[in-house]
């Protein structure tokens, strides 16, 4: 079976997994395309999908009887929207992070999924999908190092544009974090804080960078974030947690090992893309067999929700300076 698949917004991400989706995943072709600067899409059906069909409008392509399922690629702020009217046309919907700007756009999503009966989001948070992070999740579930107590982790880019503002490394690029840890721990957030370091003189004037995050699970677990997104030297990405009785690492990037020059060195990616290749493929192809097989079992609506409502604490404590609480309401039952 081939699920026709119609993408919205054909940027950077859009792109990459257009690209998967043509000549990397198994049983999906991309057969419609919208983005509301056309160019994008000319550009793509030349090079990538030349079948694919360039709508206009977004809500025609999503109510197309011959597009199967959505991939959500667009900017922030026009997710909800989207998720929304393919909740309605009863597709099933691959949407990137963050789901909706908002806890309350979140929560939107959620209770249209509720009421339309059956889950159809899944979202783009693709780290569970990487098998560093699978790695990491098995050691703590087996006990090895006992309950987890801390965890030290730093997500940084080499360098962001100027339309990138102080609020954006939370529901940006901490929004990753906020995800991956709570279903690294099986656990949620009770409380947030955000502290500014010195600040480097990398950052535009605009821009507050680096911030440290701290966290606190319903466990205990205390939890810092370095978000530094004009670190200059790489796309790094690290997380260590100290259990009770030993410490469990991410583990780094394949890299060979270099003797030469008089010295020892391995390669620090400096893009996205190639950090978690292997993870947006993985995400994707499970995106497209759960459409097969018509059951949802990604990152969903309610995951999407939880990261937003500490992301929404996250960017109060910005302002705030002090300890901002995390309120979740339990999870619905369709979710469990
Ligand atoms: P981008 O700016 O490169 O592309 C966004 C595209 O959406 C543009 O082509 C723009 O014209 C289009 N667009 C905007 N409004 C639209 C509308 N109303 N209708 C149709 N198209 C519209 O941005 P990028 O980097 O591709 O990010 C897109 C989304 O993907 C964001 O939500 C971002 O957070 C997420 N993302 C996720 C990543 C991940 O690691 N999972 C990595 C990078 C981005
Ligand atoms: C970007 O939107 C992503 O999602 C990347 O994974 C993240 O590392 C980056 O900071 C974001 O801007």
């Excluded at 257009?18 to 991309?30: D, F, G, H, K, Y």
């Excluded at 535009?204 to 205390?222: M, N, Y």
């Excluded at 270099?258 to 993985?282: C, E, G, H, N, P």
Aim: proline share 4%; with cysteine.
């Amino acid at each position: 079976m081939t699920i026709n698949i119609g993408v919205i917004g054909t940027g950077a991400i859009g792109r990459e997994h257009i690209r998967r989706c043509s000549t990397v995943l198994q049983n999906a072709r991309v057969v419609a395309l919208n983005d509301i600067n056309r160019d994008n899409c000319q550009q793509i059906v030349d090079e990538l999908t030349p079948e694919a069909r360039i709508y206009d409008n977004a809500i025609d392509l999503i109510n197309d009887p011959q597009v199967n399922a959505v991939l959500v690629t667009s900017w922030g702020p026009t997710h909800e929207a989207f998720v929304l009217a393919c909740i309605e046309a009863g597709k099933a919907v691959f949407c990137e992070k963050p789901l909706a700007v908002t806890a309350q756009g979140c929560m939107n999503i959620v209770e249209a999924e509720i009421n339309a009966g059956r889950q159809l989001v899944q979202v783009g948070f693709m780290r569970p999908y990487d098998s560093g992070y699978r790695a990491l999740k098995a050691v703590i579930d087996s006990g090895e190092i006992g309950e987890p107590l801390m965890l030290h982790c730093a997500h940084r880019n080499p360098e962001v544009g100027d339309s990138y503002t102080t609020d954006m490394a939370i529901t940006d690029t901490l929004i990753h974090e906020l995800d991956v840890l709570r279903w690294l721990l099986n656990d949620d957030y009770a409380s947030v804080q955000v502290i500014f370091p010195r600040k480097t003189r990398k950052a535009s004037s605009h821009l507050r960078d680096p911030q440290i995050v701290l966290l606190e699970t319903t466990k205990g677990a205390r939890i810092d974030v370095e978000i530094f997104v004009n670190c200059e030297y790489g796309y790094d990405i690290q997380c260590e947690v100290v259990g009770e009785s030993g410490i469990a690492r991410l583990p780094e990037p394949v890299s060979v090992q270099l003797r030469s020059a008089a010295k020892l060195s391995t390669t620090i990616l400096t893009d996205w893309k190639k950090r978690f290749i292997d993870a947006y493929d993985v995400e994707l192809q499970a995106f497209i067999n759960n459409v097969i097989s018509g059951e949802m079992t990604g990152p969903s609506a309610w995951d999407g929700y939880a990261a937003a409502v500490a992301a929404d604490a996250c960017v109060a404590a910005q302002t705030s300076g002090g300890i901002v609480p995390v309120t979740m309401p339990a999870r619905p039952a369709f979710y469990r």
